[in-house]
């Protein structure tokens, strides 16, 4: 069973780093086709892609924030993390890490399995 | 344009069909998934590619393409179906992945 699962701060302040990680279980970022990406949701609004990284390291970013992110990966932790620079209040959402389907899949670029998200709130 | 642009909100009486649209120009190049989401809880993958339903999603649930419309039809819409509904498609030039503006999803 795949599940993804990310974790952070609740609260973050103006002009900090925000880090989140992300473990999942049940596929390995070891395997080649499998990309796991990080997809946010300010509240009352609608999904935003923020970042995707895959098996080989290959790394994409959003245009309008790509300067503020990072994703790496740890797979002998079954982590990806992505830290977001110089946060604001504009920032606020839940901050969901999915897994790209692949096998027969792969060339949808669909996102499969979603974690439950977490939160969090940019306020000083 | 990357847009991809649904209908704010739409209402379906229990038992009938209703069809959610997502309108982009990019869409005449590339399929897009479909998500639904109930408040508060993460998104569910409908409908991917040519209309394929991951294993799961009951065949009531279909999507279809067409020009600059990707379409997610649900026939026999049941209590379970009100919820928020997505789509997605990924740019291949920019590697950029797009989200429609969403439609909320009523049953009368």
């Known amino acids: 069973q795949v599940t993804l699962k990310e974790s952070g701060p609740a609260l973050v302040k103006p002009t900090q780093t925000l880090t989140l990680t992300c473990t999942f279980s049940g596929f390995s970022l070891n395997t080649p086709e499998m990309r796991v990406a990080w997809i946010r949701q300010p509240p009352g609004k609608a999904l935003e892609w923020l970042a995707r990284i895959d098996w080989d390291d290959d790394k994409f970013y959003s245009k309008s924030l790509g300067t503020r992110l990072a994703i790496s990966k740890d797979t002998s932790k079954n982590q990806v993390v992505l830290t977001m620079t110089n946060v604001e209040p504009v920032d606020t959402a839940t901050y969901f890490c999915?897994?790209?389907?692949?096998?027969?899949?792969?060339?949808?670029?669909?996102?499969?399995?979603w974690g439950q998200g977490t939160v969090v709130i940019v306020s000083s | 344009s990357s847009e991809l642009t649904q209908d704010p909100a739409v209402s379906v009486a229990l038992g009938q069909t209703v069809r959610i649209t997502c309108q982009g120009e990019?869409?005449?190049?590339?399929?897009a998934s479909w998500y639904r989401q109930i408040p508060g809880q993460a998104p569910v993958l409908l409908i991917y590619?040519?209309?394929t339903r991951p294993s799961g999603i009951p065949d009531r649930i279909s999507g279809s393409n067409s020009g600059s419309t990707a379409s997610l039809t649900i026939t026999g819409a049941q209590a379970e179906d009100e919820a928020d509904y997505y789509c997605?498609?990924?740019?291949?030039?920019?590697?950029?992945?797009?989200f429609g503006t969403g439609t909320t999803v009523t049953v009368l």
């Open positions: 990019s869409l005449r190049r590339y399929y």
């Open positions: 590619g040519q209309g």
């Open positions: 999915a897994r790209l389907c692949g096998g027969d899949c792969y060339s949808s670029h669909a996102f499969d399995i």
């Open positions: 997605c498609f990924r740019d291949s030039t920019f590697n950029q992945y797009v």
